[in-house]
Nanobody
């Protein structure tokens, strides 16, 4: 069974930074796509970033330069470094997994068709 556990959320001031972690288990970590999403109250789920087992990364234009995704295969964890945080970054952040070959971050982020999701971690940016 695939399990994803997010951590690292919290309260931060505008302009600050946070690093979220997505600890994964139950699948071969050498063969994956892991995406990050966020959802604020009353809003639709928003695409944040994605990383594939081959190192390919995806970001929406709106977040490029502020958010950075990375992975550490040795500890089966994907990270999301968030800098220059703004109040509009406040949301619950989720990571999601899909197995590797035959798909891509580009496709998965367009369709949100991931096979497993974490429970989420709250990020609150205060002014």
């Amino acid at each position: 069974e695939v399990q994803l556990v997010e951590s690292g959320g919290g309260l931060v001031q505008t302009g600050g930074s946070l690093r979220l972690s997505c600890a994964a288990s139950g699948f071969t970590f050498a063969d994956y796509h892991i995406g990050w999403f966020r959802q604020a109250p009353g809003k639709e789920r928003e695409r944040v970033s994605c990383i594939s087992y081959d190192g390919t990364k995806w970001y929406p234009n709106s977040l490029k330069g502020r958010f950075t995704i990375s992975s550490d295969n040795a500890v089966n964890t994907v990270y999301l470094q968030m800098n220059s945080l703004k109040s509009e970054d406040t949301a619950v952040y989720y990571c999601a997994w899909q197995s590797g070959p035959g798909t891509s971050c580009l496709w998965l982020m367009a369709t949100m068709d991931f096979g497993a999701w974490g429970q989420g971690t709250q990020v609150t940016v205060s002014s």
